[in-house]
């Protein structure tokens, strides 16, 4: 942080955990209430939870802070938005960004910190799993992004973690595409590390757990063809008709 952002945000902490939500009031509860006991556990250092209600028609903003979470608000329908409007809401130098159905446990924040703490990481991501049993296919995909994440340092968007100078000087998610924002900025993050000689954090040793709704929702050929026709033809990724499987409640 700059000596502006010191003044300006005079209570500070270790670490950030932003939470992007869209009407998630039905996921919410559960995911800060394991977050809570996370951070508990966590106690060597200290932690704030920024939840951003994403224009919300529910209870989500209501629910977050009867749990204690900071609630910012960003008008704009759009993930990238939302995860850029709690990242500049942070006040700590180390920022991990958690969907609201993602569980995540006392050994991967534990593990999440003290890569970031290390003075050797810019950022880095973790094995993604699910809460519940999913189809052959979907299986088989997310053994290979596993298998891939580390090398080509991936990071999905369910977790990632990150020095928050890296999140300010690339200027956070893109905000010109609706979906594969954390693609573009796990390249951004591992280009700025590289100009300062840090290293790219996977924890390999752990699984996060996220709900698989997306792949109840939708037939599991239709969802992998449209994450294949997103992926061949970036250009898509600008339309949110073309990317609404990700923003419907």
Known sequence: MTRRDLIRNPVMFDYSVIIPAYNEELHLPDTLQNLRKAMAEAKTWRGE??????????RTAEIAREAGAR?????????????NCGGRAANSPNLIFLDADTRISPEILR??????????YYGGGIKI???EDTPLLIRLFTKLWNSHAGIRKWVAGCYIF??????????????????????????????????????????????IETSPRKINEHATLKL????LLLGTFPFLQKS????KIWYNR
């Open 49 to 58: 939870i920024i939840v951003v209600d994403n224009n919300s028609t529910d």
């Open 162 to 207: 990150c020095l928050k100078e890296a999140f300010d000087d690339i200027g956070g998610f893109r905000e010109d595409v609706y979906a594969a924002e954390e693609i573009y900025f796990a390249k951004s993050m591992a280009k700025w590390g590289r100009g300062r000689q840090l290293d790219f954090g996977y924890i390999s040793s752990e699984f």
């Open 71 to 83: 609630v910012v608000f960003e008008a704009h329908n759009q993930i990238s938005r939302a995860r």
């Open 111 to 120: 593990k999440s910190l003290e890569m970031l703490l290390s003075g050797k």
């Open 129 to 131: 799993g699910f809460t």
């Open 224 to 227: 992998l063809a449209i994450m």
């Open 240 to 243: 949110k008709r073309m990317c």
